[in-house]
């Protein structure tokens, strides 16, 4: 109860703040100075403060005001959220974003020749929600990418040859603790190759689903070019892709939680040779 207290009273705070900021508020006490300042009276000020005290239990607290200031959070977050994207685009090679931009375009040339086409003046649901379907595309393109960067750096040898010695470590080992910790490293290790294959086969996986999405966006703009009436284009189901991107974005989630762990232990034990990057 305290912490939804402590949330609440910082909501609250927020659009005091909000108010405070204003152009409106700021210049309207700017005036009261300035009449403060011809006048050679403190009158001026204090009506200012009075007022200024009016404002900030007034103003934050209109549902118009509350609704304006939400807005332009979201509209703050949504820009910090595109402006983001476009960052990581940036740090893309010159073949991927060329794929990206592709995307881009043809997203933009779907709902154009929908509404071309079928003479609709909106786009329904499905078209405006290609927007995530091409941001989900360059989320995937980014995992794909570090994935495979994590298999070229992986020094599979280096690995084998450590379990081996752990093997014959643990095999030999005639005081209980130390064999105790050589088989936690075999066993280590041994989940650690398994995550090569885990690894390989999200990247196939991944590649497979960039591939589905680029070619369901083409498919999309052939099926358009076709249509007379915005009805045909309810039978078109995007459903199954949504769903596929889904899945895949778990399977990547939990690889990576286990990759992760991994990387940490090594790290730890200072198998340095075995963290992507090393040589």
């Given at each position: 109860?305290a912490d939804l207290a402590k949330?609440?009273?910082n909501?609250e705070s927020?659009y005091?703040r909000e108010?405070i900021r204003?152009?409106?508020n700021?210049w309207g ?16 000020l204090?009506?200012a403060?009075?007022a200024?005290?009016?404002?900030v239990?007034?103003v934050?607290?209109?549902p118009?005001?509350r609704?304006?200031?939400q807005t ?6 949504l ?5 983001a ?8 090679t010159?073949?991927e974003?060329?794929?990206v931009?592709?995307?881009r375009w043809?997203k933009?040339?779907i709902?154009?020749n ?6 609709a ?6 078209l ?6 091409w ?5 995937l393109l980014d995992?794909?990418?570090r994935r ?5 750096s992986?020094n599979r040898?280096?690995?084998?040859n ?5 093997y ?5 080992s005639?005081d209980?603790?130390?064999k105790?910790i050589?088989?936690?490293n075999v066993e280590i ?5 398994a ?6 086969r ?7 689903q ?9 498919y999309?703009?052939?099926?358009i070019?076709?249509m007379?009436?915005?009805e045909k284009f309810?039978?078109?189901d995007f459903e ?5 991107i889904?899945?895949?974005?778990q ?5 990576a939680?286990?990759v992760?762990?991994?990387?940490s232990?090594?790290?730890e034990?200072?198998n340095?040779e075995?963290?992507p990057?090393a040589?």
């Amino acid at each position: 109860m305290a912490d939804l207290a402590k949330h609440r009273e910082n909501f609250e705070s927020s659009y005091a703040r909000e108010a405070i900021r204003e152009p409106f508020n700021f210049w309207g006490l700017a005036g009261f100075a300035v009449a403060a300042a011809y006048s050679f009276s403190i009158i001026p000020l204090l009506i200012a403060l009075i007022a200024e005290i009016a404002y900030v239990m007034v103003v934050p607290n209109l549902p118009w005001y509350r609704q304006l200031v939400q807005t332009r959070e979201r509209q703050r977050l949504l820009k910090a959220h595109k402006d983001a994207r476009e960052r990581l685009i940036k740090t893309f090679t010159p073949r991927e974003r060329e794929a990206v931009e592709y995307l881009r375009w043809l997203k933009e040339k779907i709902q154009d020749n929908y509404k071309k086409f079928t003479g609709a003046r909106s786009l329904p649901s499905n078209l405006t929600a290609l927007e995530q379907r091409w941001e989900d595309f360059v989320d995937l393109l980014d995992v794909y990418r570090r994935r495979k960067q994590h298999l070229k750096s992986i020094n599979r040898q280096a690995v084998h040859n450590q379990l081996s010695q752990a093997y014959r470590a643990a095999e030999s080992s005639t005081d209980e603790k130390t064999k105790r910790i050589q088989q936690t490293n075999v066993e280590i290790l041994k989940r650690r190759i398994a995550s090569f294959d885990e690894i390989e086969r999200s990247v196939k996986l991944v590649e497979g689903q960039l591939q589905s999405i680029e070619n369901f966006f083409s498919y999309l703009n052939d099926e358009i070019v076709t249509m007379s009436t915005p009805e045909k284009f309810s039978l078109l189901d995007f459903e199954q892709l949504s769903d596929s991107i889904a899945m895949t974005k778990q399977m990547l989630d939990a690889t990576a939680d286990e990759v992760g762990a991994l990387d940490s232990y090594n790290r730890e034990m200072g198998n340095l040779e075995l963290l992507p990057g090393a040589k």
